[in-house]
């Protein structure tokens, strides 16, 4: 809490970061697939001070599993954006981020040029 009593920006910023990335390794790594992951970009809009705790509800879904696949089968790399809301405890929303997240099979280096 800053001098305010509501949460850092910074704070509500770095509970969006790494989990879209810890998400896509480990469903990957449960396929028996390495790959290179992380979170290439990122927008967030602070909408209203945060003055409770936050709730955040992460979500990568079947079809954005098969996606991924599809594309490092083809090109060795995937990008995608995901969409997150931070929630206070009257369920109003606080924050919204955008996050792109990268994927990339090093085994196939041929198609991606590098």
Known sequence: MNFHKTIFGGTIFSAFDPYFPTMYYN???????????????ANIKYKRPANTDLQITFNVSYD?????????NKFGKFEK???????????????????????????????IGF
């Open 27 to 41: 469903i990957f790594q449960q396929k028996d697939r390495k790959l290179e992951i992380w979170l290439k970009s």
């Open 64 to 72: 954005d599993i098969k996606e991924a696949e599809n594309a490092l």
């Open 81 to 111: 954006w995901h969409s997150v809301q931070a929630i206070n405890t009257k369920g109003v929303v606080c924050a919204e981020a955008e996050m792109l997240v990268y994927l990339r099979d090093n085994k196939i280096k041929s198609k």
